[in-house]
C-alpha cells in the first residue's frame, strides 16, 4: 500500500518560516518525482514545488519561487522549507508523487500525479 505522510504543519506568523517534511512508503520511489502542492478554501489545488528522482531537477510555481525550497533528502524523503510565509500561503499542503518533475509542474489540474498525502494544514496569521 503506498503511504505518502506529510508532517511539519502549523500556525506562523507573516514573515515567518516552516519546514514540511513527507515520507513515502509502499513501493520504490528510486525512478519517481517528490513534490508538493497546496489548496485553499474555494480554490483549486496548485503546484507549490518539484524535484526529480536525482535531485538534479527543481520546479517551483510563480507564487513561491525565492521563498520556498525542496530538497530530495533520500530516495523516499522530500522537504519544503518555507521562509517568508505569507497569509496568502494559507492552505492544506499535499506530498505528492509523479512520473517526473517537470510533468508535475505543468500538469493543470494535476492529472499526472499517482500519489497524494493525506495533507497537512498551514495557517499564515497574526
Known amino acids: 500500500q503506498v503511504q505518502l505522510v506529510e508532517s511539519g504543519g502549523g500556525l506562523v506568523q507573516p514573515g515567518g518560516s516552516l519546514r514540511l517534511s513527507c515520507s513515502a512508503s509502499?513501493?520504490?520511489?528510486?525512478?519517481?518525482?517528490l513534490g508538493w502542492f497546496r489548496q485553499a478554501p474555494g480554490k483549486e489545488r496548485e503546484f507549490v514545488a518539484a524535484v526529480s528522482w536525482s535531485g538534479a531537477r527543481i520546479y517551483y510555481g510563480d507564487a513561491v519561487k525565492g521563498r520556498f525550497t525542496v530538497s530530495r533528502e533520500t530516495e523516499n524523503t522530500v522537504t519544503l522549507q518555507m521562509n517568508s510565509l505569507k497569509p496568502e500561503d494559507t492552505a492544506v499542503y499535499y506530498c505528492?508523487?509523479?512520473?517526473?518533475?517537470?510533468?508535475?509542474?505543468?500538469?493543470?489540474?494535476?492529472?499526472?500525479?499517482?500519489?497524494w498525502g493525506q495533507g497537512t494544514q498551514v495557517t499564515v496569521s497574526s
Open positions: 505528492a508523487a509523479g512520473p517526473t518533475a517537470q510533468a508535475m509542474a505543468d500538469s493543470r489540474p494535476p492529472i499526472l500525479v499517482d500519489d
Open positions: 509502499g513501493r520504490s520511489f528510486s525512478s519517481v518525482a
